[in-house]
């Protein structure tokens, strides 16, 4: 099966610029997760949807994050306008489902996202 | 609220040595805890999880881990390692009914030829 996939790997982009990211879940999961790592720091949960509702959002760092995801399959992580303390590395993960103890995080390979 | 620590940022190890990933956790409600490895240029991997029972853990490629409620603790352990086991390794913990993970900041481990 296909994995979890994010796009893109890499972005380079300007203070005040506006990014989103994609994450294509594993066909099936239910459960999608995004979260963050900034340099150095521990990997930060940010948010959880179980289909297309938002389960838990209380890691969002403020309202410059939005995520949707629109009829349940993949999500979108914009941030606008970008802050350079955004930088860091995005990771998607995804589950079947019901709990994710029985079911592994299967996680992307992350985006990269540098603000300058 | 629940944290994780991982004392050791980076831990060199020969090839063929054992090795010991130090993890200690702090909740005040009963835990899930997890570690899971990165590998260079991939995304995350479970290597194995304690929920209940044994204390012992047995996960993949040969590592095990010890859940110690007295110490907190959940320390990863590998009798013997090879140049491919060089990743970096996070430890988890989730707080019973809460699918949040809390991660740790990472060890990276180094395998000497």
């Known amino acids: 099966e296909a994995g979890v996939t994010q796009f893109p790997s890499h972005s380079v982009i300007e203070k005040g610029q506006t990014v989103t990211l994609r994450c294509d879940p594993i066909?099936?999961?239910?459960?999608l997760y995004w979260y963050r790592r900034v340099m150095g720091k521990e990997i930060k949960f940010l948010l959880h949807?179980?289909?297309?509702?938002?389960?838990?959002e209380s890691g969002m760092p403020n309202n410059r994050f939005l995520a949707e995801r629109t009829g349940g399959t993949y999500s979108t992580l914009k941030v606008q306008p970008a802050e350079l303390e955004d930088s860091g590395v995005y990771f998607c993960?995804?589950?079947?489902?019901?709990?994710?103890?029985?079911?592994?995080?299967?996680f992307g390979n992350g985006t990269r996202l540098t603000v300058t | 609220a629940q944290s994780v620590t991982q004392l050791d940022s980076q831990v060199p190890v020969f090839e063929e040595a054992p090795v010991e990933l130090r993890c200690n956790y702090s909740?005040?409600?009963?835990?899930?805890l997890f570690w899971y490895v990165q590998y260079p240029n991939q995304g995350l991997q479970l290597l194995l999880k304690?929920?209940?029972?044994?204390?012992l853990v047995k996960g993949i490629n040969g590592f095990e881990a010890e859940f110690n409620k007295s110490q907190t603790s959940f320390h990863l352990r590998k009798p013997s390692v090879h140049i491919s086991d060089t990743a970096e390794y996070f430890c988890?913990?989730?707080?019973?009914?809460?699918?949040?993970?809390?991660f740790g900041t990472g060890t990276r481990l180094t395998i000497i030829p």
């Open positions: 909740s005040s409600v009963s835990v899930y």
């Open positions: 993960a995804s589950s079947p489902p019901g709990t994710a103890y029985n079911s592994p995080l299967h």
């Open positions: 949807f179980v289909k297309e509702s938002k389960q838990d």
């Open positions: 988890a913990v989730s707080e019973g009914g809460n699918e949040k993970l809390t």
């Open positions: 304690y929920l209940s029972g044994s204390t």
């Open positions: 066909s099936g999961h239910d459960n």
